[in-house]
């Protein structure tokens, strides 16, 4: 007698693939009486709790360039401008004469949200911080939905996200306002791949399938032109599928083909135009110099252990890190990171019969992300080869393996006991990212952390001192800077810095031996001419100050305050034709600069120019911000007019 079988359809597998969480519902059946209203209420709270004190943040490193400084932002045509330029075109209008070659970034959506901010807030940074924060607490609730519809379980969903929303290495991405790239594209990266599992839920081709998966490509699209690490979705989509079906290894192959194509389609949208504005920079950074591929290779293991150590101990973050490409094979930074990750790899090897789906597609989530970032060949800077704001969408790989491990924990022990280690790690986090917060606070904060964390490298050293001489801390800064020289003895930058430092203290001897080291070992370097001026200038030495204010404006006709120091040394040395000539040159690219019409102010009424020095007091007085230049130029108003 034969025993009947009964026959599996296509449809029905195809919903035991996409449902890979629901064999093993958990219990927790608590959680099915607080709601899912309430359970977003908590994840909105612990993202607020830990990120509050990002509010008080201002604008810090890229921000000032980006935002304060940034002129095309005055405008609502830079959002038009924003789809046929790269993200820093506005450099090439600024007055610095080493300009660096323009990056590979091209993010409209980006660059349409900075416009929009700074038409609706000005230079109020925490409004800035506030949408950043809000758009930080979308994700999480994206999340949320995510893993609910992968895992089937409340628990494991809430746990994922509240992780995510309270991890410490999001401090770059929240608390640093040009980090909102990240936020801005994983609202949309994370609403598209989930409208992808909805699509996928669906058991046939109906309406609502194709209506989803429209939604996907749409909010894919659009993530692309927030930050293209996005395209990394149909590599996610691949391997999703990969990981959740159980066809054959062909079938596998030809159904995640098949599914991530329509996402390598759609991305044309954004790569065409892509190529249109930024052309052979789109393949290759012109600011990376020419290095090996061997030392791209030998670096990757190092990277990737990084990454891993900040992603599961979070201690320690910073803006930048004293790395350095890995040039040998003997080198202990490429041995140790080769044997960690060869366990790794081997024990997920050993072990791959009993690791589950979901824990497969945890892994995929940590990885996918990454994987645009690994081209280590394009970095510009060795010291920018670990980036913390790159894990952003790998949090939510490890809040899933968390989620995963703590269900376990609750069949085999007690939901108590997974109860209060979910609230310990929680918590820890929540700690965590108060305290790397407050390394966002201000540019001071910035570097000084960046120098705690890595005391052997320059930079931060010398990024603390330019801080601190803005504070006018000139003894602080001086002694940062000795540090960073000793350092790196052939930096132009640093003895650049510490003649400004040395000026600051009124030391004008030491300032102009500074100076003169940094055109020591660059020429050509224009900030130290201008600077060396400067020294002359305060110095009351107006022949050598012109001679260098001249050749500061060879090496870049359109420094602006070089001209206007320049006009400034002539006024001094009573130079009165060529001293107003120079402010007028000034002021044609500079028009709502008051100082520079007082001072014109100034040149007039020594020309004996009355009428034309009360126009340009007049000016001065309705343009200037500052009480003391307001009480200088009502006396001279006064004394003009008598």
């Given at each position: 007698m034969k025993t009947a079988h009964k026959k599996t359809t296509a449809a029905s597998k195809r919903v035991r693939e996409a449902d890979v969480g629901a064999q093993a519902k958990g219990s927790f059946s608590f959680l099915d009486q607080l709601g899912t209203g309430r359970i977003i209420m908590l994840i909105c709270l612990f993202a607020f709790l830990a990120y509050a004190n990002s509010l008080g943040g201002d604008f810090v490193f890229d921000d000032n360039e980006q935002i304060v400084e940034?002129?095309?932002?005055?405008?609502?045509?830079?959002?038009?401008?924003?789809?046929?330029?790269?993200?820093?075109?506005?450099?090439e209008k600024g007055d610095s004469a080493n300009v660096p070659a323009p990056l590979p970034y091209y993010r409209p959506l980006f660059t349409a949200m900075l416009t929009i901010e700074y038409q609706l807030f000005g230079l109020q940074p925490q409004l800035w911080?506030?949408?950043?924060?809000?758009?930080?607490?979308?994700?999480?609730?994206?999340?949320?939905?995510?893993?609910l519809l992968i895992s089937r379980r409340k628990f494991v969903a809430m746990t994922c996200s509240l992780v995510f929303a309270v991890h410490p290495v999001h401090a770059e991405s929240v608390s640093w306002i040009s980090g909102m790239t990240d936020p801005l594209f994983g609202v949309f990266f994370l609403a598209a791949f989930y409208f992808y599992l909805k699509q996928r839920e669906e058991r046939t081709a109906s309406p609502q399938?194709?209506?989803?998966?429209?939604?996907?490509?749409?909010?894919?699209?659009?993530?692309?032109?927030?930050?293209?690490t996005a395209l990394s979705l149909a590599i996610l989509?691949?391997?999703y599928e990969m990981v959740v079906s159980q066809e054959s290894l062909k079938q596998r192959l030809i159904g995640a083909f098949k599914s991530a194509m329509p996402f390598?389609?759609?991305?044309?949208?954004?790569?065409?135009?892509?190529?249109?504005?930024?052309?052979?920079?789109?393949l290759s950074n012109p600011q990376a110099p020419d290095r090996p591929l061997s030392y791209t290779?030998?670096?990757?293991?190092?990277?990737?252990?990084?990454?891993?150590?900040?992603?599961?101990?979070?201690?320690?973050?910073?803006?930048?890190?004293?790395?350095?490409?890995?040039?040998?094979?003997?080198s202990r930074s490429f041995i140790l990171p080769v044997i960690v990750l060869t366990v790794l790899v081997g024990l997920l090897i050993y072990f791959r019969r009993s690791i589950s789906r979901q824990v497969w597609v945890a892994l995929l989530l940590i990885f996918v992300p990454l994987l645009p970032v690994l081209n280590l060949g394009q970095v510009s800077q060795e010291q920018y080869l670990v980036?913390?704001?790159?894990?952003?969408?790998?949090v939510a790989g490890l809040g899933y393996l968390a989620g995963l491990a703590l269900a376990k924990l609750a069949e085999a022990q007690s939901e108590k006991l997974s109860l209060a280690a979910a609230a310990v790690l929680v918590f820890a986090l929540v700690a965590g990212t108060h305290f790397e917060n407050r390394a966002w606070a201000d540019s001071y904060a910035v570097w000084s952390n960046a120098a705690r964390v890595s005391p052997k490298y320059w930079a931060p050293h010398y990024n603390t001192a330019l801080e601190l001489i803005k504070l006018k801390q000139f003894d602080e800064a001086r002694d940062k800077l000795e540090r960073a020289a000793s350092l790196k003895p052939d930096e132009p930058m640093i003895y650049d810095a510490l003649g400004r430092a040395h000026l600051g203290l009124r030391d004008f001897g030491a300032a102009e031996e500074k100076l003169k080291r940094a055109l020591e070992l660059n020429p050509e370097m224009f900030e130290s001419l201008n600077n060396l001026g400067t020294v002359y200038f305060e110095a009351k030495d107006y022949a050598n100050a012109e001679k260098y204010f001249m050749e500061a404006l060879r090496a870049n006709p359109r420094a602006a305050a070089t001209r206007f120091n320049l006009a400034r040394c002539r006024a001094r040395a009573g130079d009165y034709n060529n001293a107003a000539r120079e402010f007028e040159q000034f002021l044609k690219s500079?028009?709502?600069?008051?100082?520079?019409?007082?001072?014109?102010?100034?040149?007039?009424?020594?020309?004996?120019?009355?009428a034309d020095a009360v126009r340009a007091f007049e000016r001065a007085l309705g343009l200037t911000r500052s009480q003391e230049l307001e009480e200088a130029i009502l006396k001279s108003l006064k004394g003009v007019k008598r």
């Open positions: 940034n002129q095309d932002l005055r405008s609502w045509d830079n959002i038009a401008r924003g789809f046929t330029t790269d993200v820093w075109a506005f450099r911080h506030l949408v950043s924060l809000l758009l930080y607490i979308v994700c999480s609730i994206e999340l949320f939905f995510i893993i399938k194709r209506k989803y998966l429209l939604y996907s490509l749409l909010f894919f699209v659009i993530a692309a032109f927030a930050k293209e989509i691949f391997g390598v389609a759609a991305s044309m949208i954004y790569l065409i135009p892509r190529y249109a504005v930024l052309g052979e920079r789109m290779l030998l670096t990757l293991p190092f990277v990737v252990c990084s990454y891993l150590l900040h992603l599961v101990w979070p201690v320690g973050l910073s803006v930048t890190y004293d790395t350095r490409f890995i040039t040998t094979l003997a980036f913390d704001h790159y894990l952003y969408i790998s500079s028009p709502d600069d008051a100082e520079a019409h007082y001072e014109l102010g100034l040149v007039y009424e020594k020309m004996g120019r009355a």
